[in-house]
């Protein structure tokens, strides 16, 4: 089983600000098989970007996402409120499918 | 539009038999496999198995195998997720969840609260 540790935990910032989350992978992962997920306050998760640096539909430019064997970085270039949230990270190389524990990104 | 409509709201007595359902709807339903996720308060997603609808193959998380069944109507485009015997610590919001071709989990259900309880 693939195991993903993302950081850090949480994470203050404020609107206007750049965000940089991590996470690693404790094996290589192949970059056509990362995601990164975005889950608002009560509702479901949904997709930002797959195969490591694709955006999903709609989701604004903003959200980029960089990264290679054990190491991938969503960057949210400048927050918006509505970027204050809890994202994950998920390999989908290898069954089970595996997701990181999550960061809180909260407003400073 | 890609659609996802999970059943309502459970809440069982532990041993109780649990089946929760998702429906799909704004594409072909039989061709792209449909996962299960679930989600402790608070806490993070867990990938618990899925299913191939076309064919019925399912592949199961190691953590979840024997513990649930992943089953599929294609006749009506739902799948569903089934515990025998439920336990407290099955209370959880559980997802359906689209896998692209890729296998990236592109559209959600918006999620079925399971509570079990004595």
């Known amino acids: 089983e693939i195991l993903l540790t993302q950081s850090p935990g949480a994470l203050s910032l404020s609107p206007g600000e750049r965000a940089t989350l991590s996470c690693r992978a404790s094996?290589?992962?192949?970059?056509?098989?990362f995601a990164w997920y975005q889950q608002r306050p009560g509702q479901a998760p949904r997709l930002l970007i797959y195969s490591t640096s694709n955006r999903a539909t709609d989701i604004p430019d903003r959200f980029s996402g960089s990264g290679s064997g054990t190491d991938f970085t969503l960057t949210i270039s400048r927050l918006e409120p509505e970027d204050f949230a809890v994202y994950y990270c998920?390999?989908?190389?290898?069954?089970?499918?595996?997701f990181g524990q999550g960061t809180n990104l909260e407003i400073k | 539009e890609v659609h996802l409509l999970q059943s309502g709201i459970e809440m069982k007595k532990p041993g109780e038999s649990l089946k929760i359902s998702c429906k799909g709807s704004?594409?072909?339903?039989?061709?792209?496999?449909i996962a299960w996720v679930r989600q402790k308060s608070g806490k993070g997603l867990e990938w618990m198995g899925m299913?191939?609808?076309?064919?019925?193959?399912?592949r199961y998380s190691p953590s979840f195998q024997g513990l649930v069944t992943v089953s599929a109507d294609k006749s009506i485009s739902t799948v569903s997720l089934q515990w025998n015997s439920p336990k407290a610590s099955d209370t959880a919001m559980y997802y359906c969840v689209r896998l692209a071709g890729d296998a990236f989990f592109d559209y959600w259900g918006q999620g079925t609260l399971v509570t079990v309880s004595s």
């Open positions: 704004g594409y072909r339903f039989s061709n792209y496999w």
């Open positions: 998920q390999q989908y190389v290898s069954s089970p499918y595996t």
């Open positions: 299913i191939y609808p076309g064919d019925s193959e399912t």
């Open positions: 094996q290589s992962v192949s970059s056509a098989y």
